[in-house]
C-alpha cells in the first residue's frame, strides 16, 4: 500500500472530492483526520471509511478560517496518531455572480475559506511536521481556473491562482525539512458544488442547463467528459506517496484535456 503508516489531514473531507481522496488514502494503509465545517457528516464519513477499509479515521470539526479551530484540530490528529505526513488543503465554496454585481463580504468570504484556510492549515501542519523530523507532503486543491479564467467567477479564480503561489513558497521553504508543496488542478467535477453553478450559470447567461454543461464547462476537453472525484483522488494518492522533491511546487491538471501546460 503505497500510504501505509502514513496520517493525513484532509479538509472539506465530509463529500465531495475531499470524502473521496480521504477513501482512497484509507484503502492505501494512511490513517486520515476527516475535517469539515459539519462534524455530523464528518463523523459520518469517518464510521464508514472504517467499516469499508478498517483503517483508523477520525472526524475534526473545523472551520478553516478559524485560527483556534485549526490549531486545535492539528494538535489533537497529530497527538493521536504521533504526528501528520499529509496535508490536503480541500475547503472551498463556489460563489457565482458578475465582478461588477458582487459585494464585499462576498469577496472576502470566498478568499477567506480558500486563502486564509490554507494558509492557517499549511502553517499548522508544517510546524508538525518540522517538529516531527519526518517531512510530508501539502497538497492544494486548485482548479484548472489555477491557469484559466471563467465570467462569473471573480473571487474564485483569484483565489485558485494564488494557491500556485503558496504552493511554490512552501515548497522552497519546506525543502530543507523534507516538506513538499503541489496543486491539484480539476476540472469541472460533477460534485454539490458544480451542481449547484448550472442554475446560477444559465440564469447569468440566458442559456439552458444542458447548455451550461456543454457549451461552457465541457466545451474544450477532449471527450467532453466531466473529471471525476476519482480522477482527483489518484492523483493525491500519487503526489502524497512521492518519496523526492522532484516533484514539488507544481501543478497537475486534471481535466480531460480542457486545460493543457
Excluded at 2 to 12: C, D, F, M, P, Y
Excluded at 19 to 32: Q, S
Excluded at 160 to 179: C, M, P, R, S, Y
Aim: charged share 20%; proline share 2%.
Amino acid at each position: 500500500m503505497q500510504l501505509e503508516g502514513k496520517v493525513a489531514l484532509i479538509t472539506g473531507a465530509a463529500s465531495g472530492i475531499g470524502l473521496e481522496i480521504a477513501r482512497h488514502f484509507a484503502r492505501e494503509g494512511a490513517k486520515v483526520g476527516i475535517a469539515d465545517l459539519n462534524l455530523a457528516a464528518a463523523q459520518t464519513a469517518a464510521e464508514s471509511i472504517k467499516h469499508d477499509y478498517g483503517g483508523a479515521a477520525v472526524a475534526i470539526g473545523m472551520d478553516v478560517t478559524d485560527e483556534t479551530q485549526v490549531e486545535a484540530g492539528v494538535e489533537r490528529l497529530a497527538e493521536l496518531y504521533d504526528g501528520i505526513d499529509v496535508l490536503v488543503s480541500n475547503a472551498g465554496i463556489q460563489i457565482i455572480d458578475a465582478l461588477v454585481d458582487l459585494s464585499l463580504g462576498q469577496w472576502k468570504k470566498l478568499l477567506a475559506i480558500h486563502l486564509d484556510g490554507a494558509f492557517l492549515t499549511t502553517r499548522a501542519t508544517m510546524r508538525d511536521m518540522i517538529r516531527t523530523g519526518r517531512g510530508g507532503t501539502i497538497l492544494y486543491m486548485g482548479s484548472v481556473h489555477s491557469h484559466e479564467a471563467s465570467p462569473l467567477k471573480a473571487p474564485y479564480v483569484t483565489a485558485k491562482h494564488g494557491l500556485l503561489g503558496l504552493a511554490k513558497v512552501v515548497a522552497k521553504e519546506g525543502a530543507a525539512h523534507g516538506i513538499r508543496a503541489n496543486v491539484l488542478c480539476p476540472g469541472f467535477v460533477r460534485t454539490p458544488l458544480v451542481d449547484q453553478q448550472l442554475p446560477e450559470q444559465a440564469k447569468e447567461l440566458g442559456i439552458s442547463e444542458q447548455d451550461v454543461i456543454r457549451t461552457v464547462m465541457l466545451k474544450d476537453t477532449v471527450d467532453g467528459e466531466f473529471t471525476t472525484t476519482d480522477d482527483v483522488a489518484r492523483v493525491a494518492v500519487f503526489l502524497a506517496a512521492f518519496p523526492t522533491a522532484a516533484l514539488t511546487g507544481q501543478s497537475i491538471t486534471i481535466s480531460h484535456g480542457w486545460h493543457m501546460q
